[in-house]
């Protein structure tokens, strides 16, 4: 499978990762993109033996978008600094049900269940709880459907999802937390559409942005956002 490729440096891959696809291996053996692009460096590079690629964050497995991985591990190690320091953006589109609050903070205590591979909202201070914080702006509201452009400031598992989904407002077509709402397809509406960060070795600000595929909801959304 060819894998669109963003950017590339000695230090960086950015890619936009292919919606239902795992992003590192999980015990269902299913083709992985961290996999996939080990093999593409490998090949295209002529190196022997094992290929260094650190996964600097994850996408949920329906989600699609820009993705950023690590060539060295002294990026790997510095990108997620920037992640643990705040200073790694990401922003993410998605189309929920219905209409938010024009915009917000929303702020959770996450807790998942491993057998189920479901995420539930749950009191603070309960066991294995994390804390979830985004911030979210709503874009256009069309046919009872609103574009959303989300600020992520933690990385927990089906964060986005499970948060919109607690407030109301689940996203188009997401099949675990979907509260009922038909499901059309299989591509959830939710897009990692940005990322910016310094630079692993120059400390140059870098951003690279990806846009979802023009199929329904996205098509009534114009890409301006």
Known sequence: MKIPIIYEDNHLLVVEKPPNMLSQGDETKDMDLLSLLKQDLKVRYHKPGNVFLGLVHRLDRPVGGVMVFAKTSKAASRLTQQIRDNEFTRIYLAV???????????????????????????????????????????????????????????????????????????????????????????????????????HPTRKERMSFTSWPEPQVPWTYFPKQY
Do not use: C
């Open 96 to 198: 929920v049900h219905g209409k938010p609050p024009q915009q917000g903070r929303l702020v959770h205590y996450l807790w998942k269940d491993r057998a189920s591979n479901m995420v539930s909202v749950v009191e603070e201070g309960t066991a294995g709880a994390k804390p979830a914080v985004l911030e979210y702006e709503v874009m256009d509201t069309v046919n009872n459907l609103s574009m959303v452009r989300i600020q992520l400031f933690t990385g927990r598992p089906h964060q986005i999802r499970v948060q919109f989904a607690a407030t109301g407002h689940p996203i188009y077509n997401d099949h675990k937390y979907g509260l009922g709402y038909p499901i059309t397809g299989d591509v959830i509406a939710l897009w990692s559409h940005k990322a910016e960060f310094n």
